[in-house]
């Protein structure tokens, strides 16, 4: 069993739908929890993190951690095509420092 | 800054042949990753490096892989002799240790096709 766990998708939202992403994980001691966004033929790049458990907001985007589930979520509103991307999670290692694990990552379109 | 320079961006090369990715890490950044991506496998880490030293090398496949980072700013992974299934997308990152992991700087990658 991976230490991550995330549907790959792909998902196929319409334009304005709220979108919902998650990931679960066997690991008790992460601490960090992040989203990564990669576009097509792009690299990775970070959307959002939030530490422990609770909620984080950024415009549309909402990061929810539950860590008693060992479960995290990622909502989007109001999704735009511009949305279309894989989204990864991703969270601090065992022993902490710089080490992350990630999700296999889920594809997202959202079409007009 | 130029962020996280890889190259080259696309490779593709007969199985057995020797394959050097290169990667320039964000000045000031002591900690630099190498991931391999596939459809399959998701984003895994091979190795990475804290301040030019290798601290972990539990993901690298084979003993066919091998990475160094002689420099702060250059680091490669080289596979010798490369075999089909090492094609993938291959991704090197580098972040801050202040930063504690809560934010990589990726490259765009160098998509590797082995034939």
């Known amino acids: 069993q991976k230490e991550v766990e995330q549907d790959p998708g792909p998902l196929s939202v319409p334009e304005g739908a709220i979108v919902s992403l998650n990931c679960t994980y066997s690991?008790?001691?992460?601490?960090?929890f992040m989203w990564y966004r990669q576009y097509s033929r792009k690299g990775p790049e970070l959307l959002m993190y939030?530490?422990?458990?609770g909620n984080k907001e950024d415009g549309r985007f909402t990061a929810q951690v539950d860590k008693s589930s060992k479960y995290i979520s990622l909502f989007i509103r109001d999704s735009q095509p511009s949305d279309s991307a894989t989204y990864l999670c991703?969270?601090?290692?065992?022993?902490?420092?710089?080490?992350?694990?990630f999700g296999t990552g889920t594809q997202l379109k959202v079409e007009l | 800054d130029a962020g996280v320079i890889q190259s080259p961006r696309h490779e593709v090369t007969e199985m057995g042949q020797e394959v050097t990715l290169r990667c320039k890490p964000i000045s000031g950044h002591d900690y630099l990753f190498w991931y391999r991506q596939t459809m399959m496998r998701g984003l895994e880490l091979l190795i990475y490096?804290?301040?030019?030293?290798?601290?972990?090398d539990s993901g690298m496949p084979e003993d066919r892989f091998s990475a160094k980072m002689p420099n702060a700013s250059f680091s490669t992974l080289k596979i010798q002799p490369s075999e089909p299934r090492d094609s993938a997308v291959y991704f090197c990152a580098s972040s801050l240790l202040r930063d504690r992991g809560l934010g990589y700087t990726f490259g765009s990658g160098t998509r590797l096709t082995v034939v």
């Open positions: 939030t530490y422990s458990s």
């Open positions: 490096f804290n301040n030019n030293v290798p601290i972990d």
């Open positions: 991703a969270m601090n290692g065992p022993g902490g420092g710089n080490k992350l694990t």
């Open positions: 690991n008790s001691a992460f601490q960090y």
